[in-house]
């Protein structure tokens, strides 16, 4: 878009610059590697079944959507000096 790095950070009252500055450069990177190379095929009528251009903008909006709750995740780690993601392999607590 239009605005400026620092801009996204004030628009979204995030800390600071960083955060956007990341996203765009993990978007440019996952959009140079996603293969926009579609076969043109004739689309079957209605059958229910998604094609694969669908597939492909759910599973782009899946990992934006991931690497976001990532990232948040990360700043309230290091806002609230905890960790807040279960280790693997961590035994429940028994009561």
């Given at each position: ?36 190379e579609?076969?043109?095929t ?28 990532e ?25």
């Amino acid at each position: 878009g239009k605005l400026s790095y620092s801009q996204l950070a004030q628009k979204y009252n995030l800390p600071g610059e960083a955060t956007p500055r990341y996203f765009m450069k993990w978007y440019q990177q996952w959009e140079n590697n996603l293969e926009l190379e579609v076969s043109q095929t004739v689309e079957p009528e209605d059958t229910g079944v998604k094609n694969e251009q669908d597939l492909r903008d759910e599973l782009f909006q899946a990992n934006l959507k991931i690497t976001a709750l990532e990232m948040l995740i990360k700043k309230a780690e290091e806002l609230h000096g905890a960790d807040f993601v279960k280790k693997s392999g961590a035994k429940s607590s028994k009561k």
